[in-house]
């Protein structure tokens, strides 16, 4: 596809956390990513406000496996407390996503060169991502490079269908809605064969509204374009 990437990520640990088991301070990681941690992973890789991404698809290699620990997270009043989080053990996913350029960003218009931004995603890949890489929590460092998809031999190559009920999809943010609303959206993931082919965001029916939130400004004056930045990684190359 075009715009595309394809990269395993991988990790000792993962917390996709399943909002529902925060309430009493304890924490449980969802069986597989969400559309939005991943989403999270590649803008993590490289970002820019003038190009959103879309998660395609996502592998999972190993097997499903849940870890639990006794933390002490601090507490807002000082302090802390013990709690109770359940991680994923050794996640490792395949990952295929692309990006499109942010239509409702007619303030970015300056900075739509698909070519250059494709080139510096790829670059950013094999070094690893321009900024930290993480599996849904700070704790869980990961680790991406780029892949075949599908290429490695999978746990679940000839599982066939597994159901994982309704959970989060994804949130959309209004500089990619034009509506001055944060939301939430819910979906029905299936895995086939190992492999779970996501919605796009905007074919969800299941949303709901969080909060008013207003997209932030940018323009010329507070991003670099693709064409600067292209420019600078190529001369740091020559040296």
Request: proline share 5%.
């Given at each position: ?33 969400t ?12 970002w ?90 700070r ?12 290429e ?5 190559d ?21 509506k ?19 919605s ?40």
């Amino acid at each position: 596809m075009r715009n595309s990437i394809e990269f395993k990520v991988y990790a000792d640990y993962g917390l996709f956390t399943d909002p529902l088991t925060k309430l009493g301070g304890e924490k449980l990681s969802y069986q597989i990513p969400t559309y939005q941690a991943l989403k999270g992973i590649v803008e993590s890789i490289y970002w820019k406000p003038t190009i959103k991404y879309i998660i395609d698809e996502v592998r999972i290699v190993n097997p499903i496996q849940m870890e639990s620990k006794g933390i002490r997270p601090i507490t807002m009043s000082g302090g802390n407390t013990l709690a109770n989080y359940t991680y994923l053990r050794s996640p490792h996913y395949e990952v295929k996503a692309h990006f499109e350029f942010n239509e409702l960003r007619e303030d970015l218009v300056f900075d739509r060169n698909e070519h250059k931004h494709h080139n510096i995603l790829k670059r950013a890949l094999n070094a690893g991502g321009r900024r930290d890489i993480f599996l849904g929590a700070r704790e869980c460092q990961g680790y991406v490079e780029p892949c075949n998809f599908g290429e490695e031999e999978g746990f679940y190559d000839h599982y066939g269908e597994l159901h994982f009920g309704t959970m989060l999809h994804g949130i959309n943010y209004p500089d990619e809605t034009g509506k001055d609303i944060m939301e939430v959206r819910l979906w029905k993931p299936i895995m086939k064969n190992g492999v779970i082919t996501f919605s796009r965001p905007e074919k969800c029916e299941i949303v709901r509204e969080i909060k008013e939130m207003k997209p932030k400004h940018f323009d010329e004056s507070n991003i670099q374009s693709a064409t600067d930045l292209l420019s600078v990684l190529e001369l740091e190359d020559n040296r």
